[in-house]
Every structure is written in C-alpha cells, then in structure tokens.
C-alpha cells in the first residue's frame, strides 16, 4: 500500500471509529437513564372523596311499574367506605301510596254495591264471578316500606366541567344484596292468614255475598317479603362533603298483588304468588364525614 493511500483511508477510518464509539456511549447512558414517572402515583394530591369516611342519605323515592298503587316513599342511608371503591351499608324507607291508571281502570268496571271504597263504577252491574269494587281495591296490597343491607362498588369516578364555568366531581356505583319489602292491604287480618282459602262464593255467581266476613277469596298478600338486591346510583359532588344522589334499586320478591286466585284453581294459596320485580328510584343528598376528606401524596 503506497502513502497515498493510507492517508486516504485514514480519516475515513478514524471518522467511523469515532461514531461507533458515540453510539456505544448513548446505547450505555440510555440504560442507565430512568423513567421520573416510575412508580409514582396517577394523581398527585387527590382528595380521597370517599375512602374511610361515612356516607349519610336523606333521601326520597317512588315505586316504578306497580300494578295497582305507587309506592312514595322517605327515609334514609347510611354506608361506609372502606375503600374509595367498596362499601357496604344499608337503607330504609317509608311512606304512602297512589292509585296508579291500571288499577282505576280495573275498578271502574266493578259494580260498587255491597262495600264501601273510592270506586268510579257506579251504574255497572254486579257480575257472576267478578268481585265488587270495594272489596277488589281493599284486597290490592300497598307497599308500606322498604329496606336493604347492601355492598356497593365503583368502578368510575373522575371530574366534569359545567359550561367551561364550574366543577363537579362524579362517581358511578353498583350495588348487590338483600333487599325487604313490607306489604299491606286494607282487609281484616283473619283474610290474611296464609290458611288456603276456597274460593266458594264467585263460583255461584253471587259477587255481592262475596266480602271477607262472608267467605270470599282474598288476602294473604300482606307482610314482608325477602329477596335479592341489585341496583346502580349516581354522586354528583357540590363539595367535598355534600354530593346529590341519584339511586335506582331493583328487588326480587314473590308477591300477589291482588290478593285473587289469579291461576283460576278455585283457591286461594301460595300457587297464586308470582315471582316478580319491585323497582324503586331514589334522591337524596348525601353527607360525608369526616367532613374533610385525605389527601394523596
């Protein structure tokens, strides 16, 4: 090789030396370079809305899809949060009741004679083998109250702006356990027995005599019933310790709302029950103590 050209091929060699060696020393100090974020937190300094603290709930609420009164209720809830995802706690309610469209459009076409009640049906005659209207809307049972023992999980929680202007923390639920549900109804106790009854006097084509003195075949749709609870809720938060709620509870329970043979065997038993749902909404404001939440680190 003349030394021409190794003075060429020289630089060349020393250039790719250097970038090999450049190379090498980013790959080493990229190694060693670590992520400032690693195992920190997703959110600094958050308030922990509801992770041990209680949750208290004056609330108000309806029944939805009755078949002959709406129930309007009023009570409370209490639940405590262990973490800011689970609780557990429970709930009751009690109130009065309204008329719902199906069952005035039942009783108006029931003769009034023999009872007395709010009946519209005046002028219908009475029919063999229908009931009349007082002792139909006496044997139709209310929902005099309602409770539950519950968990409540939330998967979602987060903040939404409103108008750009103003800031609400939210958090969505769900809730699973046991649900109660207290009925009663405006007939004597002795026609509320869960004693069969026979179902004599329709059958004979006497609707009049049919009363719960004389026999007749109504009741035993009266008292509390147990069941499973499933339901989801809503938290708006105005403050860190008062947030508007928003609740809807479904419970499974067997009920006769109309406390007829309904499956038309000429008595009166626990055949004649139905396994059905009793849904209810729910507002209320809820309270949080302590009053001050934690803060994250």
């Known amino acids: 090789m003349t030394r021409f050209s190794v003075s060429l091929c020289f630089p060349r060699l020393a250039a790719a030396?250097?970038?090999?060696?450049?190379?090498?020393?980013?790959?080493?100090?990229?190694?060693?370079?670590?992520?400032?974020?690693?195992?920190?937190?997703?959110?600094r300094h958050r308030q922990e809305l509801r992770e041990f603290r209680l949750e208290l709930t004056p609330l108000m609420g309806i029944s939805y899809l009755e078949n002959f009164n709406h129930a309007v209720l009023g009570g409370a809830k209490l639940n405590y949060h262990f973490k800011d995802w689970f609780s557990i706690g429970g709930m009751f309610a009690g109130g009065t009741t309204i008329k719902t469209g199906v069952a005035d459009e039942v009783l108006?076409?029931?003769?009034?004679?023999?009872?007395?009640?709010?009946?519209?049906?005046?002028?219908?005659?009475?029919?063999a083998g229908s009931p009349i209207c007082g002792l139909a809307q006496r044997a139709m049972n209310k929902v005099a109250w309602i409770a539950g023992i519950n968990a409540?999980?939330?998967?979602?929680?987060?903040?939404?702006?409103?108008?750009?202007?103003?800031?609400?923390?939210?958090?969505?639920?769900?809730?699973?356990?046991?649900?109660f549900v207290s009925r009663t109804n405006d007939l004597p106790a002795s026609r509320n027995t869960e004693t069969a009854q026979n179902c004599k006097d329709e059958a004979m084509g006497t609707p009049v005599r049919n009363t719960p003195e004389a026999g007749g075949c109504y009741g035993q749709n009266q008292?509390?019933?147990?069941?499973?609870?499933l339901g989801v809720g809503f938290h708006m938060f105005f403050s860190p310790a008062v947030a508007l709620n928003v609740e809807f509870r479904d419970i499974l329970v067997s009920d006769n709302p109309s406390g007829r043979d309904v499956n038309f065997d000429s008595k009166l038993t626990g055949d004649d029950k139905?396994?059905?749902?009793?849904f209810f909404w729910t507002l209320g404001v809820a309270f949080y103590?302590?009053?001050?939440?934690n803060i994250s680190d």
Do not use: H
């Open 289 to 293: 103590l302590p009053w001050r939440p």
């Open 274 to 278: 139905k396994l059905g749902n009793k």
């Open 152 to 179: 409540e999980i939330t998967p979602m929680s987060g903040k939404f702006s409103l108008f750009s202007r103003s800031f609400f923390n939210y958090d969505f639920y769900f809730l699973g356990g046991v649900g």
């Open 223 to 229: 008292g509390t019933l147990i069941g499973p609870m």
């Open 17 to 43: 030396a250097l970038a090999i060696a450049a190379l090498l020393g980013a790959r080493d100090a990229l190694a060693d370079r670590r992520n400032p974020l690693a195992g920190q937190p997703t959110v």
């Open 108 to 127: 108006t076409t029931l003769a009034p004679a023999g009872m007395p009640g709010q009946c519209p049906s005046d002028g219908v005659p009475a029919k």
